[in-house]
């Protein structure tokens, strides 16, 4: 993964099924970092050649601006996914989005379906099965020898498998969270929060979109544009934080700190790891800065 799409903003994921093409046309216009074009969940059986079309011609037709293109394919083992890879190779978004991957077979598996793909055509996962919370450090793994750059969480179909009750702080669900959190950063991956369900209550969806930053996540999926706002201003960083993450650089980088592992910096100690965090908190920063001036 290049520095510029590691920096890459990822606030909100925003799915929109393929099949509404007027939906499509409107996603072209919202003020979200990536666009998931799904051909699964949100397409009934009927309608998912269609959507699959739909798809290759948003994606060829293109006008998304500075957004990132996904498609999200139904799965191999289903009666689309191999039509729904191979359509998505030719067409050549930047990412497709594969359901219910158990492990790093899986993910090799699509990952020889995309061969024909474009090299900048990346692989995103779902990370959303019983089996796949005891194979989180082989999946992210694969990401050194496969196009794997993101994992996508589906905490709806952790719920189905678990049985287990989908809760305001979503306690059933939080050792998944860390864990897969942390895989993915074991392996320098992209990872994003999964959807919040009741479109109507924003005060929830901010304090999970809180608590998706308080994890570690780079951002969320959503699926209603009426969640980008808080979205993307929660998992922005803050302008305190910012000129914190400034002055960090700024007095690491003063001729009479050179060699200083730790600084005392406006009141706070900082140290070497904190430098870390503040050049990429900087650069996200910056990342956003340049996504709207182009959006």
């Not at 794997?148 to 939080?174: C, H, Y």
């Not at 060699?259 to 050049?279: C, N, P, S, T």
Request: aromatic share 6%; hydrophobic share 45%; proline share 6%.
């Amino acid at each position: 993964m290049t520095t510029a799409q590691a920096h890459r903003p990822r606030r909100s994921a925003l799915y929109m099924p393929a099949s509404n093409a007027k939906a499509v046309e409107k996603a072209r216009s919202l003020d979200a970092d990536v666009i998931i074009l799904d051909l699964e969940d949100a397409v009934a059986p009927e309608m998912k050649p269609a959507a699959r079309e739909a798809a290759v011609a948003a994606v060829k037709a293109g006008g998304f601006g500075p957004r990132e293109v996904v498609i999200r394919v139904n799965g191999i083992d289903t009666p689309w996914g191999a039509e729904d890879l191979a359509a998505a190779a030719e067409a050549g978004p930047d990412a497709v989005l594969v359901p219910k991957v158990n492990d790093a077979a899986d993910v090799r598996l699509y990952d020889q379906h995309l061969t024909s793909a474009p090299p900048s055509t990346r692989l995103w996962t779902m990370i959303e099965t019983a089996k796949a919370a005891f194979h989180l450090w082989e999946i992210a793994e694969a990401r050194h020898a496969t196009r794997l750059s993101a994992w996508v969480m589906g905490v709806n179909d952790f719920a189905k498998e678990m049985r287990a009750r989908q809760t305001p702080d979503r306690a059933p669900f939080l050792p998944l969270l860390t864990l897969s959190v942390a895989a993915a950063r074991g392996h320098g991956l992209t990872i994003l929060d999964g959807v919040h369900n009741d479109i109507e209550d924003l005060a929830a969806l901010e304090a999970v979109c809180v608590q998706g930053v308080d994890f570690g996540f780079d951002g969320k999926t959503l699926i209603h544009p009426k969640h980008l706002e808080i979205c993307n201003r929660v998992f922005s960083p803050s302008p305190e934080d910012v000129a914190w993450s400034q002055a960090v650089i700024a007095a690491f980088n003063a001729p009479e700190n050179a060699g200083k592992g730790a600084l005392r910096v406006d009141g706070k100690m900082a140290e070497r790891l904190h430098l870390a965090q503040a050049e990429r908190l900087v650069a996200v920063a910056e990342a956003i800065s340049g996504r709207s001036a182009e959006a």
